[in-house]
């Protein structure tokens, strides 16, 4: 019965007998406001099956004030507790899941035990906590990586859910959460797009121009370099930057069905096609930073906040630096556009990378039956914009899915990456997240990018078969 | 510090070149050393906006000790401390404490499987664990705990989920049976140079096994106990990987986790980490400086009287 949310808090070192006590009692207290605001319909939809998790205080006998009288607490609903495995570990989203679920106890009553799990032992581990005693409902990613989990029935599908809440989201979410089978298996709770990000102020400074074609790019650069600046930041220290560019790459020349085709293996590697986007990067090369190997994105960020490189190919995420620069004048400087259209037929499509995050139900957490309602309830919560919106505030540079996000509080930035992903005809997830991870991984494609990337003139044929013998000898993957 | 005062000390005799040599030599090293400790000092000292703006190879234009506070409390430093302490303590008592019974059976008696069951302790030291992670991993799942391990301090911790997966007293044992082995085998060595007739004397005393182990041989052995105690809080201390593999609650990590928490799924403050990560190292160093002299003693003992 030592439910301690996550953690506890506070710098004092913590008595969890005092902490457990003092969260309990605030619980109960929520609890009973639950009750007194009336939200009694929502949870008798959601709470009917619910079978009651021993607790030990019936909601309404520690609710603070009077007046309890003029709305009854709801009977079971009200009671009991989900469990969730979040990897939001660093402080600023962990504060929004925290705040997320008070919310979500606020709102239903129920408790909610987080458990946190850092980001890279959390997706490092994924496979065994899904296998072992995972949480009812846990955070995780759309696309390949949803799907091969869905396959191997460690998440359970949320069709029912999903039919409630389906209306608040655009049809390239919808797609985004449907596994091989036709089910759902999540719902999409923030994302991020791809572009290439700038400096408004160095674009004005020097009078360049935003480029739209690939020679107006190529052009662009070599006025940059003739400027004293870098003109692309780049940096692939971990392996997965340099990913964001073939994407997009392969998405302008051969188009969407053709990537994912090969990033499933539906197509192969040796094909020509790849060959033309390995040939296509290789002359964008020389106007990306060459210290590329031995920089960190966040480093390579820094170069763009110095304006010492004028663009960089990359995610949303890289406001998040510039919040950390501490300047908001720097921040607002921020801006970007879509990476340019390379004159093929596939322009019309405006792909490009837009990762979704997702939560999603496991299959094996052993409380999993006796929390179906609360479950369900939780992954309901989080398909609301309001929800989404207290995680947006922690200033996490991912943007709201639900279609009901007030969206009065965004920046400019958000803006603009709302409008480049509803104007995208196709959305892709980025490499690591449409393919198999074993493939993405550090022994697969990031590895033989960085290859590449040592020496763009080498025999790109010889590299691409080394590429397919890799997928060819990976083991079938359910 | 001693050499330096073994200079000064010597001051009247001619300083010789290869003695210049040595120093200098040393203060290099010590420097090369030192250099990295330093520098991620310095980095933890300047806050994240000014890295940024100017690089980590800069002049600083604020110092201050914010890092530190706020690591403190957003990595929940002493929570994680308290975290590993729960496993670290007992796993390091236990493990000396059976591999000290072991050690004084097989070094201080004489019986046909003598050598045997040392040799087998320690080929345990062999065996990478790496190589038996996914057997430990399931038969822990499927171990339930018995009502009596279920220690005070256990009990005090959030989701007993009843197995043997995801507890304290699982990363404990795990630690216990891995570490028993090179204890035994350090304990084992360093018994075999006290003289039998210690033994001897105490059994004409009327002294029972017991007693010689607790009066007589545990005694002698504490240099050794020390120098492994230092040694085994280390290890277990910075260990990662079985809290990694057979625990899954975030909250019951150990400290290193702590530092894990520190980076983001993107952007990580790398002078908060370097805060974190120096104020994590603190333990083991005052673990070190209190047992240092029984380490060094323990070390040179064992081998002058080999």
């Known amino acids: 019965m030592a439910s301690s949310g996550d953690t506890p808090r506070g710098p004092a070192l913590p008595d969890p007998g005092t902490t457990q006590l003092s969260r309990r009692t605030v619980l109960k207290g929520v609890a009973g406001v639950a009750g007194l605001a009336g939200v009694s319909a929502f949870l008798a939809a959601c709470g009917a099956g619910a079978t009651t998790a021993p607790?030990?205080?019936?909601?309404?006998?520690?609710?603070?004030?009077g007046g309890a009288a003029s709305a009854p607490p709801p009977a079971a609903s009200a009671t009991g507790q989900v469990t969730v495995g979040s990897n939001n570990s660093d402080p600023a989203p962990k504060k929004g899941m925290q705040l997320i679920n008070a919310a979500f106890t606020q709102a239903t009553g129920v408790a909610v035990q987080m458990n946190t799990v850092d980001h890279n032992t959390y997706q490092d581990q994924i496979t065994?906590?899904?296998?072992?005693?995972?949480q009812d409902d846990f955070l995780w990613f759309s696309g390949h990586?949803?799907?091969?989990?869905?396959?191997?029935?460690?998440?359970?599908?949320i069709d029912d859910v999903w039919s409630s809440v389906k209306s608040n989201f655009t049809s390239a979410f919808a797609t985004a959460v449907t596994g091989n089978d036709g089910k759902v298996y999540g719902i999409p709770i923030d994302y991020y797009p791809w572009a290439v990000f700038y400096r408004k102020s160095v674009f004005q400074q020097h009078n360049y121009q935003i480029p739209t074609t690939w020679d107006q790019l190529i052009t662009l650069s070599q006025t940059m370099q003739k400027d004293g600046l870098i003109p692309f930041a780049f940096g692939d220290k971990d392996g997965w930057p340099a990913m964001g560019t073939f994407d997009i790459l392969d998405l302008r020349l051969n188009g969407y069905d053709f990537h994912i085709g090969l990033l499933t293996g539906k197509q192969k590697w040796t094909d020509p096609k790849v060959t033309a986007v390995f040939q296509q990067w290789a002359k964008l090369l020389p106007y990306c930073d060459s210290q590329f190997a031995g920089l960190t994105w966040q480093q390579s960020a820094d170069k763009l906040i110095q304006k010492k490189a004028g663009m960089y190919l990359l995610g949303?995420?890289?406001?998040?630096?510039?919040?950390?620069?501490?300047?908001p004048a720097d921040l607002a400087d921020l801006d970007f556009f879509a990476f340019p259209y390379l004159g093929t037929q596939y322009d019309a499509e405006k792909a490009l990378d837009a990762p979704i995050d997702v939560i999603m139900m496991s299959a094996k957490s052993r409380s999993l039956q006796e929390d179906m309602?609360?479950?369900?309830?939780?992954?309901d919560f989080w398909s609301k914009g309001s929800t989404q919106l207290?995680?947006?505030?922690?200033?996490?540079?991912?943007?709201?899915?639900?279609?009901?996000?007030?969206?009065?509080?965004y920046s400019a930035l958000d803006k603009k990456a709302v409008q480049i992903v509803s104007e995208a005809q196709k959305i892709t997830q980025f490499l690591d997240r449409d393919s198999r991870p074993d493939f993405a991984g550090a022994n697969g494609m990031q590895s033989f990018l960085a290859k590449f990337l040592a020496n763009p003139n080498q025999n790109l044929m010889a590299l691409q078969t080394t590429i397919q013998n890799f997928w060819d000898s990976l083991p079938p993957e359910t | 510090m001693t050499a330096a005062t073994m200079v000064t000390g010597r001051a009247h005799r001619r300083i010789r070149p290869q003695r210049v040599l040595l120093h200098a030599f040393l203060i290099v090293t010590a420097a090369l050393w030192l250099i990295p400790i330093l520098y991620a000092f310095y980095t933890a000292l300047r806050p994240v906006s000014d890295t940024i703006q100017h690089g980590y190879v800069s002049l600083p234009s604020a110092l201050n000790f914010n890092n530190f506070i706020n690591v403190w409390s957003l990595a929940e430093i002493p929570y994680y401390y308290l975290n590993t302490l729960i496993v670290v303590v007992p796993g390091v008592i236990l493990a000396l404490f059976l591999a000290s019974l072991v050690a004084f059976a097989v070094s201080r008696f004489s019986f046909r499987f003598n050598v045997a069951l040392l040799m087998m302790f320690t080929a345990g030291n062999l065996l990478p664990p790496q190589v038996i992670i996914v057997p430990l991993y399931w038969l822990y799942l499927a171990i339930p705990i018995p009502e009596i391990i279920k220690l005070p301090f256990v009990g005090m911790f959030p989701s007993d989920n009843g197995l043997l997966y995801d507890q304290y007293i699982g990363i404990i044992l795990i630690h216990v049976v891995f570490q028993t082995g090179f204890c035994t085998f350090v304990l084992?060595?360093?018994?075999?140079?006290?003289?039998?007739?210690?033994n001897e004397a105490a059994l004409v005393d009327g002294a029972g096994v017991w007693t010689i182990y607790r009066k007589v041989i545990l005694p002698l052995c504490?240099?050794?106990?020390a120098a492994l105690a230092t040694l085994e809080f280390t290890w277990i201390y910075n260990d990662f990987f079985w809290a990694l593999l057979l625990m899954e609650s975030g909250a019951k990590r150990p400290i290193t986790s702590a530092l894990n928490n520190l980076q983001g799924s993107f952007f990580t403050n790398y002078n908060l980490l370097a805060a974190g990560a120096l104020l994590a190292a603190i333990p083991t160093v005052i673990v070190f400086l209190a047992l240092q002299r029984q380490f060094v003693r323990g070390l040179t003992l064992g081998s002058t009287k080999g």
């Not at chain 1, 990586?145 to 599908?157: I, K, N, S, Y």
């Open chain 1, 316 to 327: 949303l995420f890289v406001s998040q630096e510039f919040t950390a620069a501490g300047s």
């Open chain 2, 188 to 198: 084992s060595n360093y018994m075999r140079t006290i003289s039998k007739e210690l």
């Open chain 1, 55 to 65: 607790t030990k205080a019936p909601a309404a006998s520690a609710a603070p004030g």
């Open chain 1, 373 to 379: 309602a609360n479950a369900k309830a939780y992954l």
């Open chain 1, 128 to 134: 065994s906590y899904l296998q072992g005693t995972p």
């Open chain 2, 222 to 225: 504490t240099p050794a106990l």
């Open chain 1, 145 to 157: 990586r949803m799907r091969f989990f869905a396959d191997q029935g460690l998440v359970t599908p």
């Open chain 1, 390 to 409: 207290i995680m947006f505030k922690q200033g996490t540079g991912l943007i709201p899915t639900a279609n009901d996000t007030d969206t009065s509080g």
